[in-house]
Each structure stands twice: as structure tokens, then as C-alpha cells.
């Protein structure tokens, strides 16, 4: 089977820029402190403030190759396209 490589659009783990802004604030000797038991709604907040919008599917890199490897079992299997 043939597939078509569709480039993908370059994307960012959330939690890896809220880690590299945090080590940035303490390098800087500050003490950043996100949220309480939960911070991913701040988290969600400091990256739409720096410009990226946060994807609750998480790595879009993984959910495209999820993706394809269930449709070629689905293809295998079933016959289906």
C-alpha cells in the first residue's frame, strides 16, 4: 500500500513550554507557582499568552499516527479504506 505523506504542522507539548517558562522565572529568581490541585486551566491560560493554542487531544504527532496505524488494521482486516 502507497501513502501519501501529508506534511505536518509543527506543534508543541503544552506541558514542555509551561516547564521551559518555569525553569526561565526561576533562572531568573522568581517562584513561579501554577494553579492548585489542578493547573491545567492556568497552564491552558500562559500558553494562549505566549501564542499557542493548547490542544486537548495532546501530540498531534501521535494522534495522526494512531490514526493511520488504526486505518490500515481497519484496511487489513475489514477492507476498508
Known sequence: MIR???????????WSVVNL??????AQGLHPVL????PGGPAAELLRALG???A???N?????GVRRELA????AML???
Open 35 to 38: 494553579g492548585g490541585a489542578d
Open 79 to 81: 477492507g476498508e479504506r
Open 4 to 14: 501519501e505523506e501529508v506534511p505536518m504542522e509543527e506543534t508543541y507539548n503544552p
Open 56 to 58: 486537548p487531544e495532546g
Open 60 to 64: 498531534r504527532h501521535v494522534t495522526e
Open 21 to 26: 517558562v518555569f525553569h526561565h522565572l526561576a
Open 52 to 54: 499557542i493554542e493548547p
Open 72 to 75: 490500515d488494521l481497519r484496511n
